[in-house]
């Protein structure tokens, strides 16, 4: 899973990616409102830890316009102890849970599992899933039904992302930077490929994911369909 930290602190920065790498998700961090805004806008990410009092957009700010561009991303507020104005004002923004600092890390990873369980990302027992699909995410392994799909390191990474996102369209651009990064040399049309190579794989299962012609890909998570 994808997580992006929003926090004006690079020490405070570090300390929360380096915890959330350690637990298996890929991160990307930003130092002010407006450039958390620009990541969060991509639609790419699982989760959002955002900090309130941020440099340009507020935390709260960001919080809205994600909400009013209809971006359903997972949100948790770091506030300070006593800002409880902060804390009503970003729930009612469209925030899933705050955390007041200075706080416990094993605080954050809770909260944060008790989000994803809620929005339905993760099970109780933190794996994906959908239909006989099941993903391992602390050990990046895949599995149909109790078989390892014996996936490489991109095509677990996509799978992921679709099983993150189950029933709802994925637009190759979302997918791309996703998976490859903003950075890559590689181009949109290597969605495709590793698409193609993930159905074989699926095998039987390879349906469910779905072309949605001229705009990208959907993996349905109804195995009957």
Not at 53 to 63: A, T
Not at 80 to 90: F, L, S, T
Not at 112 to 126: C, K, M
Request: negative net charge; glycine residues 8%; aromatic residues 6%.
């Amino acid at each position: 899973m994808r997580l992006l930290v929003v926090e004006d602190d690079p020490s405070l920065l570090k300390i929360i990616r380096e915890v959330f790498n350690n637990e298996g998700f890929l991160t990307d961090g930003a130092l002010t409102g407006d450039e958390g805004y620009r990541w969060a806008a991509q639609a790419i990410h699982d989760l959002i830890v955002l900090d309130v009092m941020l440099p340009g957009m507020s935390g709260i700010e960001v919080v809205e316009k994600l909400r009013s561009k209809s971006l359903k991303t997972p949100v948790i507020l770091l506030t300070a102890k006593d800002a409880v104005d902060d804390r009503v004002a970003g729930l009612d923004a469209g925030a899933d849970d705050y955390i007041t600092k200075p706080f416990a890390v094993s605080e954050l990873l809770a909260r944060s599992r008790a989000v994803l369980r809620r929005r339905g990302t993760i099970e109780n027992d933190g794996e994906l899933v959908c239909g006989p699909i099941h993903l391992i995410p602390t050990r990046r392994e895949a599995y149909m039904n109790d078989t390892s799909l014996n996936l490489t390191t991109t095509e677990y990474e996509l799978l992921e992302y679709f099983v993150c996102n189950k029933d709802q369209i994925l637009t190759r651009e979302q997918i791309f930077v996703r998976v490859w990064g903003f950075d890559s040399n590689s181009s949109t049309t290597a969605v495709d490929v590793y698409v193609h190579h993930l159905r074989k794989k699926l095998g039987d299962e390879g349906n469910l994911l779905r072309t949605v012609r001229g705009i990208g890909y959907l993996l349905n998570g109804d195995s009957d369909v």
